[in-house]
């Protein structure tokens, strides 16, 4: 089986973190390169996270493209009252060795499906969509020769997590993700519907942790940090990990299920701003155009996870 070619666009982000490692993990992915954007924390940080967790995983060959350094048409916002002030809180990992590759995140996502074959390159982003809205406002050549987008982002049963309309990705930046949704370009999108029935849990996080290696140490000690603020906020056993669901349903899309159905971006809501309005009933009769995913069979996607990290 050939390896699907994918680039990750990511605001690292504990989260993000685990999706990267469990991409770099599996042999069915491709990694191209991986583009960082502003979002969890600003850009400078983004992109050395994105470089740390690279050598965590043993790989320095990987190119790591720094992006947009704020969202198309607003101010940044960004979290770190859930991910700490270096955006990686919860272990201290040594400054990256590895540079930054050269030139800008959007010029390397046009020119690499400028030079991949129509139709072969999967983009996997999990921050806000800045960098790939940019890119198809600058090169509306390429948005055809997309193969699939599978991002993390919106929300409908579970409403919002950074307002209470919308969900952190999309509200940082409502105008790049409507020029994702009306791209045209093939959708599977992992709301916070479908990644709150990912929760860790504490044998969960032992799994990560009893693996022995540094990778698992790492994970377990990220999930740690990160579930307090979830796990205070939702009374629940643990948090969500929102972004490695979208790396699991390229792995295994069998542990996911969804609805094909109309979702669109609020940009002009007085309270609901960054809101995905998602016709999951199918009463707009306005034209699906992204996979929203409403359940994740839970043990299923831990397992996974356990067993790809142990391979690093
Ligand atoms: C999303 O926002 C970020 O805080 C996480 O990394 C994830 O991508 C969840 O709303
Ligand atoms: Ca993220």
Redesign the pocket.
Known sequence: MRARKIIIDT?P?Q??AVAILLALASPELEVLGITAVA??VPLALTEKNARIICELAGRSDLRVFAGCDRPMKRKLVT?EH??GKTGLDGIVLPDPVMPLAEGHAVDFLIETLREEAPGTVTLCP??PLTNIATAFERAPDIVGRVAEIVL?GGAYFAVG?ITPAA???IYVDPEAAEIVFRSGVPLVVMP?DV?HKALTTRARVEGFRNLGTRVGHAVASWTDFFERFDMAKYGSEGAPL??PCTIAYLVKPDLFSGRHINVEIETEGRFTTGMTVADWWRVSGREANAMFIGDVDAEGFYALLTERLARL
């Open positions: 605001d982000g989260d993000d979002g969890n979290a859930v991910h999990i921050g993390m997590n969900e952190f990705n916070l990644t929102h972004d």
